[in-house]
């Protein structure tokens, strides 16, 4: 589960796609399974979620990873490869990697 926390040992990677409407649920779909098969069973693997746009032409990957190291093994394994192929076959992307500086909730905990 997604904890988005202050905790400089976690490493965020926020990855906006810029899709064509029409293959917006086929990005979608092909980061689930590329989530599913590979990256959750990766090294340092903490979460993925996957959001979209209204409008279709967005789609945003939130995921952190337990170190930049783990992250950076990810993109050299073999069986990410494929994914992230297919990935940029269907959408430009723009991986961002960062750190939580704060995060805050209502009082309650909301929902």
């Not at 979620?49 to 409008?55: K, P, T, V």
């Not at 032409?57 to 990873?65: D, G, L, M």
Request: proline share 5%; aromatic share 6%; glycine share 6%.
């Amino acid at each position: 589960m997604t904890t988005i926390a202050k905790d400089p040992r976690v490493l965020t990677l926020v990855n906006v796609f810029t899709v064509k409407a029409e293959n917006q649920q086929e990005l979608v779909q092909l980061l689930i399974d590329a989530t599913e098969q590979t990256m959750r069973h990766l090294p340092g693997f903490i979460s993925a979620n996957i959001h979209r746009s209204f409008d279709g032409t967005k789609v945003i990957n939130y995921a952190q990873w337990q170190s930049k190291e783990d992250f950076e093994a990810m993109q050299q394994n073999p069986g990410a490869a494929p994914h992230m192929k297919k990935a940029a076959a269907l959408a430009s992307f723009d991986p961002i990697l960062c750190e939580v500086v704060e995060a805050r909730m209502a009082p309650g905990g909301g929902l």
